[in-house]
Structure formats: structure tokens, C-alpha cells
């Protein structure tokens, strides 16, 4: 099926630890990103990656740290966990030189840390 | 800076009824304006877009139109049934051209619909 994937779909660890989370897409898009969505339901923009190169960083934390080893794939890697990263992480897609940024997203990764 | 703003219910209708959740937002130059839903424990889907003034977006009975001149986006659907509940996310995306924006979300609006 052609989607956007993330592994794992829960993750739940320790304070303190490392954690990534995998983002793949097979829909030929040029740009990825993460999202995190908190509690509340709110939905926040972290990083964007157009062709592999960083476009967007907004006001995070620099445990979290994106890395593209090509255009389909986006992992977040995540030092040094605290509580209030607890929240589900969402990787989307879209393709590049689009004139309205119609963005597709994977099914979440639920990150609890205790 | 950008911003979107709809109603954060819950909002609870009995099926058949009427709905309408509204979306006003606020941003420079010329946004295009999305409605995702997401189903409970699932990711966002597109329901419906509109990229420019007066274009109205439409899927699965919902529709929603492009009004710059009150920077709304409110959308409506005729007559819901049980399997809407979800959470309804009005967005917006600047237009740069360049394609790596990244989405503006209202708080979201969750859909309860009564049998």
C-alpha cells in the first residue's frame, strides 16, 4: 500500500533513556515532517525536510533531533527522555513544488515515558 | 504569525442532524485552508481543502468554503451519522511555494453523534 508508516505504533520507557522513532514514505514526496500532538489533543509543527535538507526546526528542545538518510525516511531521535515528552508523533508527507502543501500522515507513534 | 481558531466542543448531535463547526483563521497573504478528521487511536485524514477565495471543498457530504472576506472555513455536513464522531482539525498552510510549511492546526473539535 502506498502510505506514510511509523515504527513503532507505542513506545513506552524510562526517563533519561534514547529513543528513535522510524518514518517512511513510498508516495515519491520530496518533504517530511514531525508533528507532535499533546494531551489536549493540540497539533504542533517540530521540523520540516524538503529533499533531505532541514527547512523547518521550530521551539524544540535540541534532545529531538530529525535525521533523513534519504527523501522516503525521517526518524526522530529523542535524548535524554523527560515526562513532558510524553504525547503521540505524528510523520507526514507531501510533495514538493506543491501549490497547496496537502500533507499525508502516518498512524502516530504514542510515546509514554515514565 | 499564523493562527486558527474553531470551536473546541465536545459537540453532541443525534444523528440526521445538521452540523456546522466553524474555523476562522488568521494569516498573511493567501493560506490554503484544510478540515482533517481523526478517528479515535488513528492518524489525520484530508477531508477536504480549498486553496484560494470562494473555493468550496467538498467529501463524503462535508463541505466547506473558502471565505476571505471573514477569514473563514466553517464546515458543514447536512446530516451526520454515528460513524462522523471524530476529531475535526481546521488547518492552514502558508503558501511559499517552496512546499515545506509546515501546517497551522486549530485545537481540534471533537464530534460525539447520538444513534
Known amino acids: 500500500d502506498t502510505a506514510v508508516s511509523q515504527t513503532p505504533k507505542y513506545l513506552v520507557t524510562q526517563m533519561g533513556n534514547d529513543k528513535s522513532i522510524k518514518c517512511e514514505q513510498n508516495?515519491?514526496?520530496?518533504?517530511m515532517y514531525w508533528y507532535k500532538q499533546d494531551s489536549k489533543k493540540f497539533l504542533k509543527i517540530m521540523f520540516s525536510?524538503?529533499?533531505?535538507?532541514?527547512?523547518i526546526n521550530e521551539t524544540v528542545p535540541n534532545r529531538f533531533s530529525p535525521k533523513s538518510p534519504d527523501k522516503a525516511h525521517l526518524n526522530l531521535h529523542i535524548n535524554s527522555l523527560e515526562l513532558g515528552d510524553s504525547a503521540v508523533y505524528f510523520c507526514?508527507?507531501?510533495?514538493?513544488?506543491?501549490?497547496?502543501?496537502?500533507?499525508?500522515f502516518g498512524p502516530g507513534t504514542r510515546l509514554t515515558v515514565l | 504569525g499564523n493562527s486558527v481558531t474553531q470551536m473546541e466542543g465536545p459537540v453532541t448531535l443525534s444523528e440526521e442532524a445538521f452540523l456546522t463547526i466553524n474555523c476562522t483563521y488568521t494569516?498573511?497573504?493567501?493560506?490554503?485552508l484544510f478540515w482533517y478528521v481523526q478517528y479515535p487511536g488513528e492518524g489525520l485524514q484530508l477531508l477536504l481543502k480549498?486553496?484560494?477565495?470562494?473555493d468550496k471543498g467538498s467529501n463524503k457530504g462535508f463541505e466547506a468554503t473558502y471565505r476571505k472576506e471573514t477569514t473563514s472555513f466553517h464546515l458543514e455536513k447536512g446530516s451526520v451519522q454515528v460513524s462522523d464522531s471524530a476529531v475535526y482539525f481546521c488547518?492552514?498552510?502558508?503558501?511559499?511555494?517552496?512546499?515545506?510549511?509546515?501546517?497551522?492546526f486549530g485545537k481540534g473539535t471533537h464530534l460525539i453523534i447520538q444513534p
Open positions: 494569516a498573511t497573504g493567501y493560506p490554503s
Open positions: 488547518a492552514l498552510s502558508r503558501n511559499s511555494g517552496g512546499g515545506a510549511d509546515g501546517l497551522t
Open positions: 507526514a508527507s507531501s510533495p514538493s513544488g506543491s501549490s497547496y502543501n496537502e500533507q499525508f
Open positions: 480549498a486553496t484560494k477565495a470562494d
Open positions: 525536510y524538503n529533499n533531505k535538507e532541514l527547512i
Open positions: 508516495l515519491g514526496h520530496d518533504t
